[in-house]
């Protein structure tokens, strides 16, 4: 590939950082199949991706409380207790990170879908996010991918010039947003996949 890349830009969760309601409401819901009822019809991954566009947890939690009183501890629990859907970090990935850091030969940020009441807890825990030359967190922008917006919004804080940059993001969705907005796309499977395609991006 001819284009040459100077800034990498890294998507979080399920790139770098192991994130799964699953692994709270195990807990708590003693029916898999109720868990897969709530998870899908009632703390829906739509209302979670409202937080994540800045909308405020106390209200989100409201919204649904009112419209199903009868598990108003479950969707208490879902930001109450968030910290337990978090896992360890996706260490190949953290690994390539790393290795990029050091090289010093391209720039490095991260532009994630976050609330920004949760992310805080993630900087706390996860070392490596100091690593990035800055972060992009749609909760605080008020944005979320795909919106064109927020790729926007990062190209030009950061000065970033989009047919030299590539954007890593597991969701196929937001990489053609991307695309769109004229930054290249890896859509991550596996850290084993992400070299090869970095590779062929001459990284």
Sequence with gaps: MTTIIDTIIFDLGGVLIDWNPE???????????????FLSEVCTP???????????????????IDKFPKYEAEINAFYGRWPEMLGGPIDGTVEILKELIEAKTHRVYALTNWSAETFPVALERYDFLQ??????????????????????????????????????????????????????????????QLRKDLKEFGI
Excluded at 23 to 35: A, G, Y
Excluded at 131 to 136: C, P
Aim: net charge neutral; with cysteine; aromatic share 10%.
């Design 46 to 64: 739509d209302w979670n991706e409202q937080q994540d566009g800045g909308r405020l947890i106390a209200d989100a939690n409201k919204i649904l």
């Design 131 to 192: 690593w990035f030359e800055g972060i992009l967190v749609s909760g605080t922008e008020k944005l979320k991918k795909p919106d064109p917006k927020i790729y926007n919004l990062i190209l030009d804080r950061y000065k970033i010039h989009g047919p030299n940059s590539v954007f890593i993001d597991d969701n196929l969705r937001n990489i053609k947003a991307s695309v769109d907005c004229g930054i290249h796309g890896i859509h991550f499977s596996s850290p084993e």
């Design 23 to 37: 692994r709270l409401f195990k807990k708590i819901f003693k029916d898999p199949e109720e868990m897969k009822y």
